[in-house]
């Protein structure tokens, strides 16, 4: 039965915005593969028209999504980019978004190569420092896009203090939620107008799908972003949004372990010789601990790491060697990948650039999976003794 609304995270991932079918009981929710529903005279229907518009597998989705992030309205889209491109859609020419300058690679690219030429401006600015974000902000400036942690140097930037300075100036905050996932933080309880998630990660937790949501607390913005949904017309099919539904069943189980395993990993990490740097939020050395400590429930299953011998060789032999990693792009499934930023996502960024933000030759990042953490750590030290 639907989650009631002092209902904590658990009860919201499996029961959040969800009942059992009206018409048969069916007590998951149907996969609807329609495109279209029959009406009983024109202009007489059950509230379905034509799929584009609206599907009852996925409005549970949207309420399931709405549910764990607390807020009133989730929107979903055929990737996490589709739902960055409806959200960006709420510009004009001549508007400008500040972003963080440690930005995922197809989201920079959206903002400057697609977006750009549409006179859409961005600028990329360190967002660490809230009251350096203020000096930023000019006249144009409409949206503040903010990502935490950040891929791939996992830093941190404070949630509240930036939705702070954007309401304060009237510009719209977006956080992307997806490489903390709401079982961590909350963006809308710390002030965002706006959460995007590539629902691909772990949301869907399995690697199986790509699918992306924006959540709202904010009626006005909902109603143009289903609007642009149904307009634009990138949505999900049932099917996917049936897989992402059953992914968010054990979105707790899933990232609680993966953060444990986390935890394994980076002391084991530290410990050995040949690792030069760690880079994980948990880390009491880190220089946003304590921001990660105050606005996240856990620090997280990404990790990074570079190398004493600094080279991409270095690298290799490690990414060669491991077993239960497998060297693949993307994160937030059950099973542990591993990948190498400087010649994969971030391939396309200057050297001198990528060295000036510490992201190393040798810098070599984890997506930690569910899987037991003594096989886990047993495969990391065995590939880097090779
Ligand atoms: C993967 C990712 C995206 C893009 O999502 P897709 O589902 O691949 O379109 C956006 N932001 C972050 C942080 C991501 O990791």
Not at 349 to 358: K, Y
């Amino acid at each position: 039965m639907a989650a009631k609304k002092d209902a904590r995270f658990a009860t919201q991932c499996i029961h959040g915005g969800l009942s059992p079918d009206p018409l048969t009981g069916a007590v998951m929710t149907p996969i609807y593969q329609t495109s279209t529903y029959a009406q009983e005279e024109p202009g007489k229907n059950k509230g379905y028209e034509y799929a584009r518009t609206a599907n009852p597998t996925r409005d549970a989705l949207q309420r399931n999504l709405a549910a764990i992030e607390q807020g009133k309205h989730g929107i979903c889209f055929s990737s996490g980019l589709a739902a960055m491109d409806n959200v960006l859609r709420l510009l004009q020419p001549g508007d400008e978004v500040l972003a963080s300058d440690d930005l995922y690679g197809g989201s920079y690219r959206l903002l400057t190569a697609v977006f750009g030429p549409f006179g859409i401006k961005s600028r990329f600015i360190d967002m660490r420092d809230p009251a350096k974000v203020e000096q930023e902000i000019s006249a144009e400036t409409r949206m503040l896009w903010i990502e935490t942690p950040t891929n791939p140097m996992l830093n941190i930037v404070d949630i509240e203090a930036l939705t702070n300075i954007a309401s304060a100036h009237n510009i719209l905050s977006v956080v992307d939620n997806t490489f903390a996932s709401p079982y961590l933080q909350q963006p809308l309880t710390m002030g965002a107008d706006l959460v995007l998630h590539s629902a691909t990660k772990y949301l869907g937790g399995h690697s199986d799908i790509v699918m992306g949501a924006i959540i709202t607390s904010d009626d006005a913005l909902a109603k143009r972003l289903y609007y642009l949904q149904n307009a634009a017309g990138a949505i999900p099919g049932p099917q996917d949004c049936f897989l992402v539904l059953r992914g968010i069943k054990t979105l707790h189980l899933r990232v609680q372990r993966a953060c444990e395993n986390a935890r394994h990993i980076v002391r084991v990490l530290q410990d050995n010789d040949l690792v030069a740097n760690v880079y994980y939020p948990g880390i009491e050395s880190h220089p946003r601990h304590e921001v990660a400590k105050k606005q996240m429930k856990d620090f997280g299953a990404m990790i990074s790491f570079d190398l004493k011998e600094d080279t991409l060789e270095a690298a290799a032999r490690v990414m060669r060697n491991t077993h239960y990693f497998t060297l693949a792009e993307s994160l937030g499934g059950v099973e542990s990948l591993i990948g190498h930023p400087a010649s994969m996502t971030h391939a396309s960024v200057p050297r001198e650039q990528r060295l000036s933000v510490g992201l190393t030759d040798s810098l070599i990042r984890l997506s930690v999976g569910v899987e037991d953490a003594e096989d886990l750590v047993k495969d990391l030290e065995k590939a880097m003794s090779n």
